[in-house]
């Protein structure tokens, strides 16, 4: 599944428990549960999917991930040539 697979069927999972209604608490609550486990999954898949780990996307400086190790860099536009 890729990760605008994985996208839509959580806007799939929020849409039919927006959708949905409920006739006392306890089921309330059981479809509330199931809902959170489902789009916590689906969120998990993405993130795999992406394949970049939530701290590297900001810092630079040297990490590590998977057993690699290299170097994060901030890279500056090029200046505009005068004239």
């Given at each position: 599944?890729?990760?605008?697979?994985?996208?839509?069927?959580?806007?799939?999972?929020?849409?039919?428990?927006?959708?949905?209604?409920?006739?006392?608490?306890?089921?309330?609550?059981?479809?509330?549960?199931?809902?959170?486990?489902?789009?916590?999954?689906?969120?998990?898949k993405?993130?795999?999917?992406?394949?970049?780990?939530?701290?590297?996307?900001?810092?630079?400086?040297?990490?590590?991930?998977?057993?690699?190790?290299?170097s994060?860099?901030?890279?500056?536009?090029?200046?505009?040539?005068?004239?």
């Amino acid at each position: 599944m890729s990760a605008h697979a994985t996208l839509t069927a959580i806007e799939q999972a929020a849409e039919a428990f927006c959708r949905r209604r409920f006739t006392d608490q306890a089921d309330y609550l059981e479809a509330k549960d199931a809902h959170c486990k489902r789009v916590r999954a689906l969120v998990r898949k993405l993130r795999r999917e992406i394949g970049v780990p939530e701290m590297l996307s900001f810092g630079t400086g040297r990490r590590t991930f998977g057993g690699r190790s290299f170097s994060v860099e901030l890279r500056m536009p090029r200046a505009r040539k005068a004239g």
